[in-house]
């Protein structure tokens, strides 16, 4: 062979290795950008599952937050009517030095407390009170529940615990509209001297002027009659 010819293979081979080193450089290439195309997709849907994770665990945690709220609400409910329904079985004690000095010169008005007949609970609370406004200087009768029907209304006579057990331990006003100042100060002065029974005003424009009727609802199982 010429040494032209062999310089012919050489050259053959030369670009022919350049050709394979080209297409094994070009198949590289490809491969390496499928694997990182795939990486990224993969990343992408990694990302994608853990932001759905993510916005499941929100929903849930608020859900859950929603529900505690309600439950923390039930339970400060519970809570209330639990101790509305102890003070409805409690013993009313009126601190009669806090009543009388609450109702010092305050509008002195005519009053007329009533009881319930069966009760000795409320008996014994119309006459702590009756005696307190006496100390205050306020004119106060009391007499049983029945002896007044003459003169309540109907709605004194229907909020009977009876009746109506979600009563149970209150203590009613009435009076007409005039009397405003002097029920406002009764209201307060039962909440000074302790009182935690739910303290009810009705306007009765049948009440003669100058006088306030107190209705002391008995007591949920309270003993004794009268």
């Known amino acids: 062979m010429t040494p032209q010819g062999q310089q012919k293979i ?3 081979l030369y670009i022919g290795v350049l050709l394979a080193g080209c297409l094994l450089t070009f198949l590289l290439y490809r491969v390496g950008n499928r694997i990182a195309d795939a990486r990224i997709a993969e990343a ?5 599952r853990a932001m759905d994770s993510a916005a499941h665990a929100n929903e849930r945690a608020q859900k859950l ?7 923390r609400e039930r339970v400060v409910t519970l809570e209330k009517e639990a101790a509305m329904a102890l ?7 009126l601190n009669d030095s806090a009543f009388i000095f609450a109702l010092k010169h ?9 009881f319930s007949p069966a009760d000795d609970e409320s008996y014994n609370f119309s006459y702590d009170v009756r005696e307190s406004f006496a100390k205050a200087g306020w004119h106060a009768i009391s007499c049983r529940h029945t002896e007044t029907d003459s003169m309540t209304t109907d709605w004194l006579r229907t909020s009977h615990v009876s009746l109506n057990p979600t009563l149970a331990g209150e203590i009613i006003l009435a009076s007409n509209r005039t009397m405003v100042a002097s029920v406002s100060a009764i209201v307060a002065a039962f909440e ?3 009182i935690k029974s739910p303290v009810r005003v009705k306007e009765e424009s ?3 002027n100058g006088t306030i ?4 609802v008995p007591k949920l199982n309270s003993a004794g009659s009268r």
């Open 213 to 216: 009727r107190i209705f002391l």
């Open 44 to 48: 992408k849907a990694d990302a994608a």
């Open 206 to 208: 049948n009440v003669p």
């Open 106 to 114: 305050k509008p002195k008005a005519q009053i007329q407390i009533a």
């Open 65 to 71: 937050e929603n529900d505690n709220l309600v439950l």
């Open 192 to 194: 000074e001297a302790g």
């Open 10 to 12: 050489y050259i053959g």
């Open 87 to 93: 003070q409805r079985t409690l013993v009313r004690n």
